[in-house]
């Protein structure tokens, strides 16, 4: 009988885990057994203990499990007990272990957003948001808080013309909090490093986001 296939080693890269031929690493979805790009999935390993960690930044050591960005997978996961056949020993993990893992996404968009606002590379507000789309070299993201008035969304969206990528998975209490106040709902990043990587937090918690919104779940901190 073969061996299961592990989920951690590279698909369509290199030896050394470098996307070739111009691809992005791919790994399986330990739930779905669909091929996807590392960027897209969440990466848990065991720790000492055999609880099941989170790694989200994917540079913990052991061997690690992956699973698309969504409370179905890791529910899936769990139910069937994946992690156990895929890590082969006993594991343990947190019956809220969705949640904590949105908690974290979300948590890594706040700090990106915030390192971009420290390195003068984000601004808030309705009238700089304004600016920085219609400046030179403009906004590489426009944010806006998921709870925020649809009018003002929608004003500024239209500005963006679909040039821009438009992001709503922050709450206004979130999109705050990185900018060192209680509430924000319109944000722009500079185009750059940590704009990119507000992108690829971000889809990873829109993920979990719009699944838990349709399981009836909530979504995010003060939204009741």
Do not use: Y
């Not at 996307?19 to 779905?32: K, N, Y």
């Not at 992001?167 to 909090?177: D, R, S, T």
């Not at 924000?184 to 490093?193: C, I, S």
């Not at 699944?211 to 995010?220: E, F, K, L, N, Y």
Request: charged letters at 30%; glycine letters at 12%.
């Amino acid at each position: 009988m073969a061996e299961p296939e592990d989920p951690d080693l590279p698909d369509l890269a290199t030896d050394d885990g470098t996307a070739s031929a111009g691809r992005e690493p791919i790994r399986r979805c330990l739930a779905t057994g669909e091929r996807r790009p590392r960027e897209a999935l969440i990466r848990f390993v065991l720790g000492p203990d055999g609880v099941l960690v989170p790694d989200l930044a994917a540079k913990l050591p052991g061997r690690g499990m992956w699973l698309s960005a969504d409370p179905r997978s890791i529910k899936t996961a769990l139910d069937r007990k994946l992690f156990a056949r895929a890590a082969r020993a006993a594991v343990t993990a947190p019956p809220d272990l969705a949640d904590r893992v949105a908690d974290l996404l979300a948590r890594r968009c706040i700090e990106t957003v915030s390192l971009a606002r420290r390195a003068g590379e984000a601004v808030c507000g309705f009238e700089k948001t304004r600016a920085a789309l219609k400046g030179d070299p403009g906004a590489a993201v426009l944010l806006q808080a998921s709870d925020g008035a649809e009018d003002g969304r929608a004003k500024l969206a239209a500005l963006a013309g679909g040039a821009v990528p438009v992001v709503a998975v922050l709450n206004a209490a979130e999109l705050g909090e990185a900018f060192g106040r209680d509430m924000a709902v319109h944000a722009a990043l500079a185009p750059g490093g940590l704009s990119r990587r507000f992108l690829t937090e971000a889809g990873r918690l829109t993920g979990f986001r719009e699944t838990a919104a349709g399981m009836g779940r909530p979504v995010g901190k003060d939204d009741g």
